[in-house]
């Protein structure tokens, strides 16, 4: 039989919580990865999962990740994640939140929950009727938290802008081409910064709309989602799906600045080397993407203002600098420095 604790992608988690709840047919996996910097803090997911197995590994991965991202964003924060087992219809009944916000609350604070993938506001004020322990809870407008979607555009925003000083020795972004994957919430305030500083905007969306739209605003071009990838630029900025960057994307790429807010862009760690041989500088994604989380932290510890917020999002490009500064004099990758410096931080080196 297979121990728990040989599988592939336990990582010493410090929790991992099986939830079940017969009366509400929760069932949910709960991760703690490490509380060494604070509490566990990172989204809950709502997903239908193939397989059961598919979920838990999604818990390990994702909690992981957050304890690196708020570890390299300078948060007192560590990193937890949470998965709920959707059935086929995704149903997702107040009871079933209720079930989960009570098992959130039974950990007593050493994870705390918010938005993911499935899951909006209007679930967490349900969730929050049970527990303490959550974030990411309606604000009034212009109070810290809320959507983290601008605060992330507004990070990534400027780690281009400290790419592009670093690879080209640009200190704007004026006439420099932008090519953008995705036209979401982090691709559209990304597309918006960067053309107000000049940047020619190329901008690709499975939805061609909403390229479109974007395109429009900005001034820009709207290209279709399979040429993104290969389109000659001076950054690519990923902001739609992970895994995109592969041993095969990478020969492709033609451009010499790899920066952008989608999560888990490498598909393995070896793709990491493969694009640090290519010669282009990459963005490690938690560290560029950490906008969000910031604002989020910001508002559960309640620790500052939006000029707080705003003063926290500013050191993502020096952390970027050294990064790249400690690869360009060890020679090893920026992902690998990046979690290098990350399992430092959270006491794991
Ligand atoms: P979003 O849903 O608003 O936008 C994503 C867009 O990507 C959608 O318009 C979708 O149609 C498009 N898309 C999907 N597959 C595509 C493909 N193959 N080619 C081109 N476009 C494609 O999501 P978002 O909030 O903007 O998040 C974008 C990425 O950034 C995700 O990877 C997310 O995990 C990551 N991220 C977001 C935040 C945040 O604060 N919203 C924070 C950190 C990381």
Same mark, same amino acid.
Request: proline share 5%; net charge negative.
């Given at each position: 039989?297979?121990?728990?604790?040989?599988?592939?992608?336990?990582?010493?988690?410090?929790?991992? =919580?099986?939830? %079940?709840?017969?009366? &509400?047919?929760?069932?949910?996996?709960?991760?703690?990865?490490?509380?060494h910097l604070g509490p566990g803090a990172g989204g809950v997911r709502f997903?239908?999962?193939?397989?059961?197995?598919?979920?838990?590994? *999604?818990?390990?991965?994702?909690?992981?990740?957050? &304890?690196?991202?708020?570890?390299?964003?300078?948060?007192? #924060?560590?990193?937890?994640?949470?998965?709920?087992?959707?059935?086929?219809?995704?149903?997702?009944?107040?009871?079933?939140?209720?079930?989960?916000?009570?098992?959130?609350?039974?950990?007593?604070?050493?994870?705390?929950?918010?938005?993911?993938?499935?899951?909006?506001?209007?679930?967490? /004020?349900?969730?929050?009727? =049970?527990?303490?322990?959550?974030?990411?809870?309606?604000?009034?407008?212009?109070? /810290?938290?809320? *959507?983290?979607?601008?605060?992330?555009?507004?990070?990534?925003? $400027?780690?281009?802008?400290?790419?592009?000083?670093?690879?080209?020795?640009?200190?704007? #972004?004026?006439?420099?081409? #932008?090519?953008? !994957?995705?036209?979401? &919430?982090?691709?559209?305030?990304?597309?918006?910064?960067?053309?107000? *500083?000049?940047?020619?905007? &190329? +901008?690709?969306?499975?939805?061609?709309?909403?390229? !479109?739209?974007?395109?429009?605003?900005?001034?820009?071009?709207?290209?279709?989602?399979?040429?993104?990838? %290969? #389109?000659?630029?001076?950054?690519?900025?990923?902001?739609? $799906?992970?895994?995109?960057?592969?041993?095969?994307?990478?020969?492709?790429?033609?451009?010499? +600045?790899?920066?952008?807010?989608?999560?888990?862009?490498?598909?393995?760690?070896?793709?990491?080397?493969?694009?640090?041989?290519?010669?282009?500088?990459?963005?490690?994604?938690?560290?560029?993407?950490?906008?969000?989380? @910031?604002?989020?932290? %910001?508002?559960?510890?309640? *620790?500052?203002?939006?000029?707080? /917020?705003?003063?926290?999002?500013?050191?993502?490009?020096?952390?970027?600098? !050294? @990064?790249?500064?400690?690869?360009?004099? %060890?020679?090893?990758?920026?992902?690998?420095?990046?979690?290098?410096?990350?399992?430092? $931080?959270?006491?794991?080196?």
């Amino acid at each position: 039989m297979h121990s728990p604790w040989d599988y592939p992608d336990f990582d010493d988690h410090e929790i991992v =919580h099986f939830v %079940t709840d017969r009366q &509400s047919g929760l069932r949910a996996v709960i991760c703690v990865h490490s509380t060494h910097l604070g509490p566990g803090a990172g989204g809950v997911r709502f997903w239908h999962y193939a397989e059961s197995g598919e979920a838990l590994r *999604d818990a390990l991965r994702l909690s992981r990740g957050m &304890s690196f991202k708020n570890a390299m964003a300078g948060l007192p #924060l560590g990193g937890g994640k949470a998965v709920i087992l959707a059935d086929e219809a995704r149903t997702k009944t107040p009871e079933l939140l209720a079930a989960y916000g009570r098992a959130v609350e039974r950990l007593g604070g050493a994870y705390v929950t918010a938005e993911d993938v499935g899951v909006a506001v209007p679930d967490l /004020v349900e969730v929050a009727k =049970h527990t303490r322990f959550v974030s990411g809870l309606p604000v009034a407008e212009g109070a /810290v938290g809320g *959507d983290p979607g601008p605060h992330t555009s507004y990070g990534v925003y $400027l780690g281009v802008r400290a790419a592009a000083r670093r690879a080209l020795g640009k200190d704007s #972004l004026e006439g420099l081409h #932008l090519a953008v !994957q995705g036209a979401g &919430s982090v691709a559209g305030g990304l597309a918006r910064l960067a053309a107000k *500083d000049g940047a020619r905007i &190329s +901008i690709a969306d499975i939805d061609s709309s909403r390229a !479109q739209r974007v395109a429009d605003e900005v001034g820009g071009t709207a290209v279709p989602p399979d040429s993104i990838m %290969t #389109l000659e630029a001076d950054i690519l900025s990923p902001n739609a $799906l992970g895994a995109i960057l592969t041993e095969e994307s990478i020969a492709a790429l033609r451009v010499p +600045i790899v920066a952008g807010g989608a999560n888990n862009q490498l598909a393995t760690p070896a793709d990491g080397q493969r694009i640090h041989e290519r010669g282009i500088l990459y963005a490690p994604d938690y560290v560029i993407n950490a906008g969000g989380i @910031i604002n989020v932290s %910001t508002e559960y510890l309640a *620790d500052g203002d939006m000029a707080t /917020v705003r003063g926290r999002i500013e050191q993502i490009p020096a952390r970027l600098e !050294q @990064i790249w500064s400690e690869s360009e004099a %060890t020679g090893r990758n920026p992902a690998e420095v990046a979690d290098a410096m990350a399992r430092k $931080l959270i006491g794991r080196a």
